[in-house]
């Protein structure tokens, strides 16, 4: 029942922040989930925040390994992300879960230094408590094709070890990821078709074979 209020909750935000949204919330607002729900690569976390006071809410989709996962994250102050995840497995019998999940930058990015940042994933260890750091770098900030680098370590099961990222600004609204998440290489292509609203195309390995998916977030401010 717990679960139940939670996601009703979430649901309940997400109709709400477009009534209340002020129209000189102007800031850009790109950032879209992981899969496994804070904002970030393919599976991966990175040192990317909403906007303050903004939030993402997405949904993924995997071919054979995940009928669905919901996620909200919110920056309600500066350099703080919280957010949660409705996990819902393809495996028959498994049971949905909801995650919890936060994240803080101490250090933020700027011309010599990359940003710096760490949290928890699944924070009331239901399917797999992953404690994890990140750096993150933007390379040609101002040229045709921006290079975003991810560099991070982890403590989990579904992240264990070094992991990474690599983001290509191919297009202002289209961008490619590769990834290795400490096991296995993922990608995606991330395209905003709309302000604010993005479509993920992925690709990711299981360990047993390359599975096909797809998402869709949408970022606001309020």
């Not at 994250?73 to 996990?87: M, Q, S």
């Not at 940003?115 to 993150?136: C, H």
């Not at 991810?150 to 099961?157: H, K, M, Q, R, T």
Request: charged share 20%; glycine share 10%.
């Amino acid at each position: 029942m717990f679960r139940v209020i939670a996601v009703a909750v979430c649901l309940a935000v997400v109709v709400a922040v477009p009534a209340i949204a002020q129209d000189d919330a102007a800031a850009t607002c790109t950032t879209a989930p992981s899969i496994l729900g804070l904002t970030g690569a393919v599976v991966t976390p990175t040192t990317e925040l909403p906007p303050v006071k903004g939030l993402n809410v997405g949904y993924h989709w995997i071919q054979d390994t995940l009928d669905g996962a919901g996620k909200i994250n919110a920056a309600p102050i500066p350099k703080v992300e919280i957010g949660a995840t409705w996990w819902n497995p393809a495996a028959a019998g498994a049971d949905d879960e909801l995650l919890f999940n936060a994240k803080y930058v101490f250090v933020e990015e700027d011309e010599k230094n990359p940003a710096v940042a760490a949290g928890v994933i699944d924070l009331s260890d239901e399917l797999d408590q992953t404690w994890f750091g990140v750096i993150s770098k933007v390379f040609n900030p101002d040229g045709e094709v921006p290079i975003t680098v991810n560099l991070g370590g982890a403590s989990g099961d579904t992240i264990s070890g070094v992991f990474g990222s690599v983001k290509l600004g191919l297009h202002e609204d289209v961008d490619v990821i590769g990834e290795y998440d400490s096991e296995e290489f993922n990608f995606a292509v991330r395209v905003r078709p709309y302000d604010e609203f993005t479509i993920d195309l992925l690709t990711v390995d299981n360990g047993d074979n390359r599975e096909f998916g797809v998402g869709a977030a949408w970022c606001t401010t309020w």
